[in-house]
């Protein structure tokens, strides 16, 4: 079955840098969308940034200068670099992917930023 196994959070102060892993399983990777979502308490999941099949790239605004998401077809794994990062990054960042109607969530990494 399909898996998507998220690594590379952790805490980090305003303006440090994490670089997110997210390593898919049980799919023809390349023909997927991925993407990243975020939840913070209390807040509803939002998407921060996707990538599709083709490599096209997107952002929700207040991360669209920070953030970069990337993948790489050969090791099954997209990424998601984030530097400047703020307090009100501070989220469970969940892996995502989809292609169709068919959809597949990762259990998510904690990222904290701290002041």
């Known amino acids: 079955q399909v898996q998507l196994v998220e690594s590379g959070g952790g805490l980090v102060q305003p303006g440090g840098s994490l670089k997110l892993s997210c390593a898919a399983s049980?799919?023809?990777?390349?023909?997927?969308?991925m993407g990243w979502y975020r939840q913070a308490p209390g807040k509803q999941r939002e998407l921060v940034a996707k990538i599709t099949s083709g490599g096209r790239t997107d952002y929700t605004d207040s991360v669209k200068d920070r953030f970069t998401i990337s993948r790489d077809n050969a090791k099954n794994t997209v990424y998601l670099e984030m530097n400047s990062l703020k307090p009100e990054d501070t989220a469970v960042y969940f892996c995502h992917a989809a292609r169709g109607f068919e959809i597949h969530w990762g259990q998510g990494t904690q990222v904290t930023v701290s002041s």
């Open positions: 049980g799919m023809i990777f390349s023909r997927y969308g």
